[in-house]
Nanobody, 119 residues
Framework: QVQLVESGGGLVQAGGSLRLSCAASGRSFVAYVVGWFRQAPGKEREFVAAITWSGGRTEYADSVKGRFTVSGDNAKNTAYLEMNSLEPEDTAVYYC????????????WGQGTQVTVSS
């Protein structure tokens, strides 16, 4: 079992920055892909970014490329989502999730953290 806890959300003005953290307990991330997702009110949950822990391969949704950066700290078993140039459209609850490498479904999810970007 992997337990995930997000933190770092909050209220920020458009153009500002936030860094979200996703701390894992119960198991190391080393054999996992860690993804970030978000869900805005009235919308479906969407993929934001992901990192393959071993090797560091990253991928991003087109809407956040060039603005968001996903990274990980092995020593802390924590993933990060650095968000810059935030826009009101980025307002959502952000979730981190983990799936074992070689699988397609995210099995473990955090509780979510609210990000609100004011115009």
């Amino acid at each position: 079992q992997v337990q995930l806890v997000e933190s770092g959300g909050g209220l920020v003005q458009a153009g500002g920055s936030l860094r979200l953290s996703c701390a894992a307990s119960g198991r190391s991330f080393v054999a996992y892909v860690v993804g970030w997702f978000r869900q805005a009110p009235g919308k479906e949950r969407e993929f934001v970014a992901a990192i393959t822990w071993s090797g560091g391969r990253t991928e991003y949704a087109d809407s956040v490329k060039g603005r968001f950066t996903v990274s990980g700290d092995n020593a802390k078993n924590t993933a990060y989502l650095e968000m810059n140039s935030l826009e009101p459209e980025d307002t959502a609850v952000y979730y981190c999730a983990a799936r074992a490498r070689g699988t397609t479904s995210y099995s473990y999810w955090g509780q979510g953290t609210q990000v609100t970007v004011s115009s």
